[in-house]
Structures are given as structure tokens and as C-alpha cells.
């Protein structure tokens, strides 16, 4: 039996800023909510005191073995103890008061995805970062039959038990996919809650986004071999 209620599980690398302001904001929204939560932060190296900032604040900083977004995400889901998880981005472009949001439909479904593209919900980006994003998350769902719109939302709530049936491959953002894929698979319901996704202010070229474009397009042929593939 777990001492705790919820697990937030959040990827860090040199966010000691951050981290500073993050880990005490979660920290109120679970106390108004009433229940006992561990905060961890998986270190990604960072060299900035990102770790200790975390300990200090009262996180359990843990360091990443394997490389990449997945696999910070499975060091939290080896570690957490509470029988919901919730992961989110170091970055503050995920609001900790949406936790409560979360928490609430916990009883809904094994996977709920804070939604950038379900109404009511909307994403600050340029028109372009937009457009491809819409493009890529409608080729993903309709090719994989899947009932989410936004399956690279990384501000998500799981339950524990389904968590640990998993078996993940991907160590990169396409763990996103590759999550929802086989809780799907598994006849784990999804739900989408809708969410207001402000990003950090940081430019992209678009020639960086066609290269992210094109290597998620190489990620759904490994998708469609897991889903169709038996």
C-alpha cells in the first residue's frame, strides 16, 4: 500500500529555474486538494542544480539511466508508488492548477491527455508549428484508429495498475504514441480533457520542424507495425 495518492513524474534537464517555481505550485494544488502526493524530478544531468533544487523543495530528484523523453518517463514510472501517476514538462508550459482538472475525472479512464485539440481547448504556437502539429496528430490517429486528437500531449494522468503492464520500446517523444497504442490495445479507456497549452518562448526554424515532421513520420511505420502487427 502506497503512502501517497498521486505520483508527479517531471523530465528535467537545467530547469533549476523552473523547478523553483514548479515544485512548490504543485505542491499547493495537491494540498488544496487534499491529498498526498510525491513529486519526482528525473534529472536528465543537468548541471545547473537542477537535482538539488528539486531535494531542497522537498522532490525526490532521481537521476536518468536511459537516454531521451522515454526514458526519463520510465525511470518516474519505476519509481512512483501511488496508484496515479501524472506527468508533466519542467518548462512551466504546463499549468500545475490543471492537476486538479485531472484529478478529477480520475475514475473516468486508465489515460486522460490534457487536450490542445478537443473544444475548449487551444495551443499558443505560430500558424505554422500549429498546422504541422494538426497535420501530424490527424495522420497518427486516423492511421492507428485511435480516440484522441492530441497524442503527443505529454501533461497526461495514468493509473498506476496500467502503467506497469507496459512494456515500452521508444526512448524518444514518441513514447507518447507508443503509450497510447498499447493501453488502447489493452481496452484501456482514453480521455481528453480540454487544456490551454502556452509553450515557453523559444523560436524554431522551419527546417527544424520539417525535420521533427519527417522523423515523426518514420515513428508511425514503427507505430503501425505495433498496432496492426498482432
Do not use: C
Amino acid at each position: 500500500m502506497s503512502d501517497f495518492d498521486l505520483a508527479v513524474i517531471i523530465p528535467a534537464w537545467n530547469e533549476r529555474e523552473n523547478i523553483e517555481n514548479l515544485v512548490p505550485a504543485v505542491q499547493k494544488v495537491v494540498s488544496g486538494l487534499g491529498i498526498r502526493a510525491e513529486i519526482l524530478v528525473i534529472d536528465g544531468g543537468s548541471r545547473d542544480g537542477t537535482a538539488e533544487a528539486a531535494t531542497r523543495l522537498g522532490a525526490r530528484a532521481l537521476p536518468q539511466q536511459e537516454r531521451g523523453y522515454g526514458g526519463a518517463l520510465m525511470a518516474g514510472f519505476a519509481s512512483a508508488t501511488a496508484p496515479y501517476v501524472v506527468t508533466m514538462d519542467a518548462d512551466l508550459s504546463h499549468p500545475p492548477t490543471f492537476i486538479a482538472d485531472l484529478w478529477a475525472r480520475r475514475d473516468q479512464a486508465e489515460l486522460i491527455i490534457a487536450s490542445r485539440y478537443v473544444p475548449g481547448g487551444k495551443a499558443v504556437m505560430s500558424h505554422f508549428r500549429r498546422l504541422l502539429s494538426r497535420i501530424l496528430n490527424l495522420v497518427f490517429r486516423v492511421a492507428l484508429r485511435l480516440p484522441a486528437r492530441d497524442l503527443s500531449s505529454g501533461f497526461r494522468l495514468y493509473r498506476q495498475e496500467v502503467l506497469k503492464q507496459l512494456h515500452l520500446e521508444s526512448r524518444d517523444f514518441d513514447v507518447m504514441e507508443e503509450i497510447l497504442v498499447l493501453v488502447h490495445r489493452q481496452g484501456g479507456r482514453i480521455l481528453e480533457v480540454p487544456f490551454q497549452y502556452m509553450p515557453r518562448l523559444s523560436g524554431s526554424s522551419h527546417a527544424k520542424l520539417i525535420r521533427f515532421g519527417w522523423a515523426y513520420l518514420k515513428t508511425l511505420a514503427r507505430m503501425l507495425r505495433l498496432r496492426w502487427g498482432g
